[in-house]
């Protein structure tokens, strides 16, 4: 069976509780003032209602801080800091990216994932640019290791 077929890569709550086990293995951190344990996850809270999503969509994985009152998610201060696009799709990219042997094109990305071919672009450069240049957050988070085994990257 396909890893492909994991939870985490179909599930948006599935997919936020599985990278914030990664980055925050001791309960949620304030990325603005760094408390630990002050925090309280926001449960139902929707985005504003629009054309395409009258009712709005559902933030999964929000906590609010308790010492400085400010609202994140995992995504900030990652990768995936800004982006529209699923954190499901995000990591379907980075395991087509790291399971492929010879590298994978944004082309066939955009076929595989099922999105435009813009979006997949911005995918793959920015994995590309957090595997490649260490300026990005680390993808296993701060103090934890990820091995890579003959990774071919190519200039972009």
């Known amino acids: 069976m396909s890893a492909l077929y994991r939870p985490e890569f ?6 936020f509780e599985h990278v914030e086990s990664i980055l925050w293995p001791n309960g949620p951190v304030c990325p603005k003032c760094g408390s630990v344990g002050r925090n309280y996850a926001l449960k139902g809270v929707r985005t504003k209602p629009s054309k395409k999503n009258p009712n709005g969509i559902e933030r999964h994985g929000l906590y609010k801080c308790s010492a400085c009152r400010s609202q994140f998610t995992v995504r ?3 990768i995936f800091e800004e982006s ?6 995000w990591l379907q990219a980075i395991h087509l990216m790291c399971a492929s042997k010879k590298g994978i094109s944004a082309h066939q990305m955009h076929r595989i994932l099922e999105c435009t071919y813009e979006a997949a672009w911005f995918l793959w ?7 490649a ?8 988070g701060g103090g ?3 091995e890579v085994d003959e990774k071919p990257i190519s200039a972009a």
């Not at 179909?10 to 997919?15: F, L, R, T, V």
């Not at 529209?84 to 799709?89: A, D, E, F, R, S």
């Open 84 to 89: 529209h696009l699923p954190l499901t799709k």
């Open 125 to 131: 450069h920015r994995i590309r640019l957090a595997m």
């Open 10 to 15: 179909h599930d948006e709550a599935k997919a």
């Open 133 to 140: 240049s260490g300026e990005l957050s680390p993808m296993g």
């Open 144 to 146: 934890s290791a990820v």
């Open 76 to 78: 900030i201060g990652t």
